[in-house]
């Protein structure tokens, strides 16, 4: 089953706009992880931000966690066409490092 | 970063019969592997989790006598759907993660398959 939910399901935005997606969560967890898929690919690890972190930044993304909330949001800033993917959020639990997904957001860049 | 491959990208199949997908981990030792199926316009769900040696773990809901998962050495898992049926076309994707990645998954770029 999935872990939970990611807003909005789709994103158009113009390229060198700010988006951000956001992805809440229904269990107590180890880390959250962000992938990025490109259309009929495997997934692409972003980032990971443990339980006791607030904020984590990657070169122009930045992850944000909080855990009283059980929500997490992910901003790519300036972005680029390039970035046209989808992108989701994974939970990792105590259940031996399985990863749980949210439903993904499709990140759409006009150039 | 590691490298995980799949084999074959993509497989069409007539209705009935078995298909095996292999998973590689091509430069680290793959202590446990996962397997997920990702249905169109659809999120990633586990199907089960391998680790080396010893039998998979399966999520509720998913047929291990349908979906066959061997993990026989740190660097091949392959999963085998038996009997297949068109319900079962999906792009099937796995994730192996070790001692050297402990915290993160590396995915293998997928495999289509098609059930006619």
């Known amino acids: 089953s999935q872990q939970g939910e990611e807003d909005p399901q789709a994103l158009s935005i113009q390229e060198g706009e700010n988006a951000t997606m956001n992805c809440s969560y229904k269990t107590s967890i180890n880390n959250l992880q962000w992938y990025r898929q490109n259309s009929g690919r495997g997934l692409v690890h972003l980032i990971l931000i443990r339980s006791n972190e607030r904020e984590k930044h990657s070169g122009r993304l930045r992850v944000t966690l909080d855990t009283s909330k059980k929500s997490s949001s992910l901003l790519i800033t300036a972005s680029r066409a390039a970035d046209t993917a989808s992108y989701f959020c994974?939970?990792?639990?105590?259940?031996?490092?399985?990863?749980?997904f949210g439903q993904g957001t499709e990140l759409s860049v006009k150039p | 970063g590691a490298v995980v491959s799949q084999h074959p990208s993509w497989v069409i199949c007539k209705s009935g019969t078995s298909v095996k997908i292999e998973c590689r981990s091509l430069d680290f030792q793959a202590t446990t592997m996962f397997w997920y199926r990702q249905f169109p316009k659809q999120s990633l769900m586990l199907m089960a989790t391998?680790?080396?040696?010893?039998?998979?773990?399966?999520e509720q809901g998913v047929e291990k006598d349908k979906f066959l998962i061997n993990h026989a050495s740190l660097t091949l898992s392959t999963l085998t759907v038996t009997s297949a049926h068109p319900e079962d076309s999906s792009f099937y994707i796995c994730?192996?993660?070790?001692?050297?990645?402990?915290?993160?998954?590396?995915f293998g770029p997928g495999t289509r398959l098609t059930v006619t």
């Open positions: 391998s680790n080396e040696g010893s039998k998979a773990t399966y």
């Open positions: 994730s192996a993660t070790g001692e050297r990645t402990i915290y993160e998954q590396y």
């Open positions: 994974a939970t990792e639990n105590n259940q031996g490092g399985k990863l749980i």
